[in-house]
T-cell receptor, first 111, second 113 residues
Framework: EAQVTQNPRYLITVTGKKLTVTCSQN?????MSWYRQDPGLGLRQIYY???????DKGDVPEGYKVSRKEKRNFPLILESPSPNQTSLYFC??????????FGDGTRLSIL | AQSVTQLDSQVPVFEEAPVELRCNYS??????LFWYVQYPNQGLQLLLK??????LVKGINGFEAEFNKSQTSFHLRKPSVHISDTAEYFC???????????FGAGTRLTVKP
């Protein structure tokens, strides 16, 4: 089954404790992205990647890192999480010119 | 970079009434346009897309949208809504040659009996 898989689905953690949200897709898509969703703000793009080793900042990259060492994986790293990064996060992948396929989301709470 | 404005944050309507959710975009280059729906406590599902060709695009669940290049709009319509259409709807725009896809802030459609 074609899918984008994010882990974990839920995480409660504390300020400053490094965390990684993994994202993997099995559709051989070139493009991958991370978004955060906050009430009233819609989805805001954090980082995106057009291929292996090619990443770009989106609207809200501060406090986040990504890497694209393999085509299928695009982990999101919070080196020193803060409460303002509490949010619902979505990973997505697609082919050029096609719609995004989204993962089921990761709800992060940072205390 | 491109941007999207959804003109209504909330749209309440009665069941079986028509609805239009408005979306305007801004871009200096040609774009693709999309509408997604998010049901409560769920992920995002593609409703319809405009890539090229006919400016009237039909999607799932009886929705359609019209691309208007001169007005830079991509409004979503449905002639008769159901209670089950209650959800949040997002308009999105992407340039043709990169992965920078931007979303609007969303429109919460509430269908009342």
């Amino acid at each position: 089954e074609a899918q984008v898989t994010q882990n974990p689905r839920y995480l409660i953690t504390v300020t400053g404790k490094k965390l990684t949200v993994t994202c993997s897709q099995n559709m051989n898509h070139e493009y991958m992205s991370w978004y955060r969703q906050d009430p009233g703000l819609g989805l805001r793009q954090i980082y995106y990647s057009m291929n292996v080793e090619v990443t770009d900042k989106g609207d809200v990259p501060e406090g986040y890192k990504v890497s694209r060492k393999e085509k299928r994986n695009f982990p999101l790293i919070l080196e020193s999480p803060s409460p303002n990064q509490t949010s619902l996060y979505f990973c997505a992948s697609r082919r050029p010119g096609q719609p995004q396929h989204f993962g089921d989301g990761t709800r992060l709470s940072i205390l | 970079a491109q941007s999207v404005t959804q003109l209504d944050s909330q749209v309440p309507v009665f069941e079986e009434a028509p609805v239009e959710l408005r979306c305007n975009y801004s871009s200096s280059v040609s774009v693709y346009l999309f509408w997604y729906v998010q049901y409560p406590n769920q992920g995002l599902q593609l409703l319809l897309k405009y890539l090229s060709g006919s400016t009237l695009v039909k999607g799932i669940n009886g929705f359609e949208a019209e691309f208007n290049k001169s007005q830079t709009s991509f409004h979503l319509r449905k002639p008769s809504v159901h209670i089950s259409d209650t959800a949040e709807y997002f308009c999105a725009v992407s340039a043709l040659d990169n992965n920078d896809m931007r979303f609007g802030a969303g429109t919460r459609l509430t269908v009342k009996p």
